[in-house]
């Protein structure tokens, strides 16, 4: 097994009543000016926009508002916190929403300490920051496990890039989890909110290193309690017990304790990165889309452990005489949960059109980093790979 640093620095406030703890959780990390950063109308219609300012000010804390966050955070907007946050002189962030106001919020924080673009990071062509902003959440949308992640996904428009960065700093210093946010998602939002948490563990999942048994229980264990969840709520929207399941899931799922010990892959997600960076679609159907196709390109780098994902996770039974059909089947099972939430198996289904030899050779291009790239470890993946990928994903 691999040597493994562990690191979940994270406070979390999870519960109903959780998010009348922000003014006092800002005070306890140092805020003493805040940017509070969302999305679009849904947090004012809901009202918990102006319930957390209503906090801050009874709670003695000053802040500025920055709102207009989309999926696939972009970047022209991260600029314009930063100039804000410079202007108004904010020591802190705080996130109202889900992974992409917390993807964005980083992009900020990280901006406001640092001279030149910050779009240079996650370029990988500036020097790791030494200091940033500190940020923090209240958690309206389980999915992406920013809240407690080191990792920022940043979608630049001049040329439709999107690129991630990863660093510890970035950490949250606290986030607030009330599962009654979340009663209102739309089904679509929610099925690819646990298609994106489920994926975050299936790309620690999937690794050559099958001796840490225990973290390979714990993986199983949230993705078994994923697919049960899902379809619970889908079920009923306001099943408290199981949108909590969810709302911790997302967060279990991507604070690293399901790869101790493991090495990751996250060739799905940067195959994902230029699909939706190309047509602009949900994160978590996007990862739907391409995964399959993934799967059945690399499942030989390790047939065991897509036997053992076939059988522990999908339910199907062990033809000890076939390893390759059970691996199929855990596939072909996968993909009908796929379908049966609602999300997509192809890029087709994904984006409701063909998608041209040309779109895959520019997304294969980007990447590369212009053919100058590999991506994955379970089986590394270089552009002809990648090209295969995709075009075996086209339908």
């Known amino acids: ?17 959780s998010e009348e703890q922000v003014a006092a959780l800002v005070r306890k990390y140092g805020g003493t000016k805040v940017l509070v950063h969302y999305g679009g109308k849904s947090a004012e219609r809901s009202g918990l926009l102006d319930k957390i300012c209503r906090l801050l000010d009874e709670g003695g ?20 916190g930063i100039e804000l946050c410079r202007q108004e002189g904010v020591d802190f962030i705080l996130a109202v929403g889900g992974g992409s106001v917390i993807d964005s919020a980083k992009c900020i924080a990280y901006g406001v300490c640092m001279e030149g673009d910050v779009w ?50 970035s950490r949250p210093k606290f986030a607030i989890m009330n599962p009654r946010r979340t009663f209102t998602l739309p089904p679509y939002q929610t099925a690819a909110g646990v298609t994106d948490m489920m994926m975050h563990t299936m790309e620690r999942y999937f690794t050559k290193d099958d001796d840490m048994d225990l973290t390979t229980d714990l993986a199983e264990a949230v993705l078994r309690r994923m697919k049960t969840a899902v379809f619970e709520v889908l079920k009923n929207p306001e099943d408290y017990r199981q949108r909590a399941q969810i709302m911790w899931g997302g967060s279990v799922a991507h604070w690293g304790l399901t790869g101790c010990g493991m090495s990751d892959d996250w060739a799905t997600h940067q195959l994902e990165h230029e699909l939706s960076g190309m047509f602009d679609v949900t994160h978590g159907a996007g990862l739907a889309a391409i995964w399959p196709s993934w799967a059945r390109y690399v499942m030989h780098e390790n047939l065991s452990r897509f036997v ?10 062990n033809d000890f005489t076939d390893p390759e059909g059970t691996a199929l089947k855990g596939i072909e099972a996968m993909e009908r949960f796929y379908h049966a939430i609602g999300m997509p198996t192809n890029i087709k289904e994904l984006i409701g059109r063909d998608i041209t030899d040309d779109e895959i050779k520019e997304m294969t291009r980007k990447c590369s ?27």
């Open 61 to 80: 804390v000053a802040y500025v508002k920055l709102g207009g966050v989309v999926p696939n955070p972009r970047l022209s907007l991260a600029h314009k």
């Open 1 to 17: 097994m691999k040597d493994f640093n562990y690191y979940a620095p994270t406070e979390v406030v999870f519960g109903e009543k």
């Open 308 to 317: 053992r994902f076939a059988v522990n996770v999908m339910d199907v039974p």
């Open 120 to 169: 240079d990071l996650y370029l990988g062509k500036a020097d790791a920051p030494h200091t940033m902003l500190p940020v923090a959440s209240v958690l309206t949308i389980p999915a992406a496990g920013s809240e407690m992640s080191e990792a920022s996904v940043i979608t630049n428009e001049n040329g439709d890039v999107k690129l991630g960065y990863s660093n510890d700093m």
């Open 369 to 395: 980093r212009d053919y100058q790239a590999t991506c994955g470890c379970f089986k590394v993946l270089k552009a002809e790979d990648m090209e295969a990928i995709y075009k075996m994903a086209r339908a």
